[in-house]
């Protein structure tokens, strides 16, 4: 194919780590897919960590972490807890596989714990393992007490296996909980970006924006749609809002690098933006 994606983390180049950190979390590490070659990526917490009111951390956070993390999950690996919060960390630093093993033998010793169910339904969709996730996830909640963002989760892993319409049903059921939540509302713009919807797609995502919660990422999400959709001068104010001048720089700079990569599309082809089963 000529390119070479990370799931996590789009185009790898270090200078632009930040920029992409910003714009992706694979939401936005967007893969323009020819219609007949078919690069593809997986998905990460791509429109932000579902459920987390906290600021997103740096790779090197998660890094310098790591060895605390491990230690903690080492000496009780039977704990749900720990276990959570080391994969969370494998996950943010590219170890997927590593991330769903920890996962796997937590869940064997925690069959019943949904919250640990959950997050390993998401690092297995974040490893690729869409049908196994699927699996977890089904086990994460129950239909008379449904979790919104485990539908989130869900509705992200039918997408990645084409499986639209299931998806967004998904969400739609995540948003009657949680109404107007904007990492659902972008998943399900998402969700219609992949189908070549590119106008019911930015009418979604401008709904997600709306919120007080919305996070950046949700807006760089915008700004790849509306740039698109061919409105270059107004994608580039959206993704350089709220930021300091460098970033805003630099967002600007890979936003342009993703849209220049469309007019190598073959007819047929369609921007493949994987939505975001969270972390």
Known sequence: MGYRWNALRGPMRPQSARTIRLLAPAALAAVLALS??????TGDDTTGSIGSSSAPKSDAEYRGELGALSARYQSNPGDPEPA???AKALRATGQRAQ???VLQQASIRNPNNMKLLGAYGRALADA???AEALDALERAHTPDNPDWRILNAQGAVLDQMGRHAEAQRHYSTALKIMPNEPSVLSNLALSYLLEKNLK????TLRKAVGQANASPKVRQNLALVV???GRYAEAEKIA???LPPAEAD???AYLRQMLSQKDALKDGGAPYVPPDPGS
Request: charged share 20%.
């Open 240 to 242: 350089s809002a709220d």
């Open 84 to 86: 959570i919060a080391y």
């Open 227 to 229: 740039g698109l959709e």
């Open 128 to 130: 690729g393992e869409y």
């Open 250 to 252: 630099a967002n600007v």
């Open 200 to 203: 019911r797609a930015e009418f």
């Open 36 to 41: 007949a070659a078919g690069c593809k990526t």
């Open 99 to 101: 991330a769903v093993a």
